[in-house]
Structure formats: C-alpha cells, structure tokens
C-alpha cells in the first residue's frame, strides 16, 4: 500500500511509454484507492482509447502481412491483438466497476458486459451478479 511510490512508478512508465496500457490500468487502481475517482476515470479512459487504436492498428498490420504473404508476420500481428483485448477487457473491468462505485449503474454494467464480451473471466460473474 505505498500508494505514492506506485504511482511514481508508473508516472515514469508512462513518460517513459505514454501507450504502456498497463500503466494507466494500474495507476488507475492506485487513484480509485486513494478516492480520486476522476482521476482514476481519467487514466481508465486512456487506457480504454489506447487499447482500441493499437488493437485496430495491429489488425490493421495483420491483414496487410497476410495479403502480402507474410504469414508468420501476421500471426505475430494476431498474437499482439489478443493481448491488446486482454488489457482492453481489464481497463472495461475496472473502469465499469468505478463507475457502479460512482452510482452510474447502468454505465458500470454497460462497461462490465463489454470486459465479458472481449473474455474477461471475472466480468463474467461480476455481470451476473451485479447487473441481471
């Protein structure tokens, strides 16, 4: 629980990368800890928006590497978009989770339903349980 530490932490991975996904989810978290929900909105959103362009761009490369005949380049391509939708479906997770926190429920369950839908195992339950 040295909040401060952790998001230093992740102040420096983020100048360092500023589309360290990562990141921001886990800076969020941080700020969502320490009640600094807008702030934690905010870094939540950023990963949310930076997930979506670099999974558009890699399937973008992917579809280009298959026309071209690169294959193995385009299963590479494929590989990053799986892990960018992994990300994606946690920043959904949490961020919709801050939401239902900050008593807009339907926007918290809109956002869980969209972790379930990329596979995010707990928004699975968590959609059931807390939105049906």
Same mark, same amino acid.
């Given at each position: 629980?040295?909040?401060? +530490?952790?998001?230093?932490?992740?102040?420096?991975?983020?100048?360092?990368?500023?589309?360290?996904?990562?990141?921001?989810?886990?800076?969020?978290?941080?700020? !969502?800890?320490?009640?600094?929900?807008? +702030?934690?909105?905010?870094?939540?959103?950023?990963?949310?928006?930076?997930?979506?362009?670099?999974?558009?761009?890699?399937?973008?490369?992917?579809?280009?590497?298959?026309?071209?005949?690169? !294959?193995?380049?385009?299963?590479?391509?494929?590989?990053?978009?799986?892990?960018?939708?992994?990300?994606?479906?946690?920043?959904?997770?949490?961020?919709?989770?801050?939401?239902?926190?900050?008593?807009?429920?339907?926007?918290?369950?809109?956002?869980?339903?969209?972790?379930?839908?990329?596979?995010?195992?707990?928004?699975?339950?968590?959609?059931?349980?807390?939105?049906?």
């Amino acid at each position: 629980r040295d909040y401060e +530490s952790a998001l230093a932490h992740d102040d420096t991975a983020i100048i360092t990368d500023p589309n360290l996904i990562e990141a921001y989810i886990g800076r969020g978290g941080i700020k !969502f800890q320490k009640i600094e929900f807008p +702030s934690a909105m905010e870094d939540y959103n950023l990963a949310i928006e930076i997930s979506e362009k670099m999974v558009e761009m890699h399937d973008y490369r992917s579809n280009i590497k298959k026309v071209l005949g690169d !294959f193995e380049g385009a299963k590479v391509e494929k590989a990053k978009v799986q892990g960018l939708k992994e990300q994606l479906a946690e920043a959904y997770f949490r961020r919709g989770h801050l939401k239902r926190f900050m008593e807009d429920l339907g926007g918290g369950c809109e956002d869980i339903r969209m972790a379930k839908d990329l596979g995010n195992i707990r928004a699975k339950t968590d959609f059931q349980d807390l939105c049906q």
